[in-house]
């Protein structure tokens, strides 16, 4: 098993940044890839960024250059840098936890984090 928890969400203004950790435990051993979903009202949850065992980096073009997703050597701590941040990023935040590899579906990831509030006010 595996447990994932999320932290550092807030209320930020636009152009703000912002920087979400995701804590594992457990199994962590067995996870080959970390993501960074959001789920904003009304809408369906969507990929933000991800990041594999090897380093790999992978995000959503809605958020290329503006997050940055980071891990620490272990895997255990994965981080969610955002940076010019926007209306339209607000959402509550998941990370959650794969055992196999890189891949954009969620359904796909094992574990999950109960996620965390971003509000971007304009």
């Known amino acids: 098993q595996v447990q994932v928890v999320e932290s550092g969400g807030g209320l930020v203004q636009a152009g703000g940044s912002l920087t979400l950790s995701c804590a594992a435990s457990?199994?962590?051993?067995?996870?080959?890839?970390m993501g960074w979903f959001r789920q904003a009202p009304g809408k369906e949850r969507e990929f933000v960024a991800a990041i594999t065992r090897s380093g790999s980096t992978y995000y959503a073009d809605s958020v290329k250059g503006r997050f940055t997703i980071s891990r620490d050597n272990a895997l255990n701590t994965v981080f969610l840098h955002m940076n010019s941040l926007k209306p339209e990023d607000t959402a509550v935040y998941y990370c959650?936890?794969?055992?196999?590899?890189?891949?954009?579906?969620?359904?796909?990831?094992?574990?999950w984090g109960q996620g965390t509030q971003v509000t971007v006010s304009s």
């Open positions: 959650a936890a794969r055992l196999n590899g890189y891949d954009i579906n969620w359904a796909r990831y094992d574990y």
């Open positions: 457990g199994r962590t051993f067995s996870i080959n890839n």
